[in-house]
Nanobody
Framework: QVQLIESGGGLVQAGGSLRLSCAAS????????MAWFRQAPGKEREFVAS????????DYAASVKGRFSISRDNAKNMLYLQMNSLKPEDSAVFYC???????????????????WGQGTQVTVSS
């Protein structure tokens, strides 16, 4: 069983930056494709970014491309999301997700990921 714990959320002004972290345990991280999703109140959970198990490939939602950067440190069992130029519309609960690397990387549907963290709140003020 994979456990995921997010951290790093908080309140930031528009234009600011935050770095989210996700600590993984229960399975060697290099056997997992990882992703970040977010969910705003009253909205469906949406894909933000994904990264291949070996870190050699990434994918981003159009709304965050050029502002967000996903990375991982398999030696430390950590996943990261660097968020720059934040906008009020980025406010949401951000979730770390994982699935086995045997499947296709860069999946964007929440239903494709069996493992989830509890989420961390990001609030961007205008």
């Amino acid at each position: 069983q994979v456990q995921l714990i997010e951290s790093g959320g908080g309140l930031v002004q528009a234009g600011g930056s935050l770095r989210l972290s996700c600590a993984a345990s229960g399975r060697t991280l290099n056997t997992l494709n990882m992703a970040w999703f977010r969910q705003a109140p009253g909205k469906e959970r949406e894909f933000v970014a994904s990264i291949r198990n070996d870190g050699r490939g990434t994918d981003y939602a159009a709304s965050v491309k050029g502002r967000f950067s996903i990375s991982r440190d398999n030696a430390k069992n950590m996943l990261y999301l660097q968020m720059n130029s934040l906008k009020p519309e980025d406010s949401a609960v951000f979730y770390c997700a994982a699935r086995g690397y045997e499947a296709t990387a860069y999946l964007t549907a929440p239903s494709e990921y069996p493992y989830w963290g509890q989420g961390t709140q990001v609030t961007v003020s205008s």
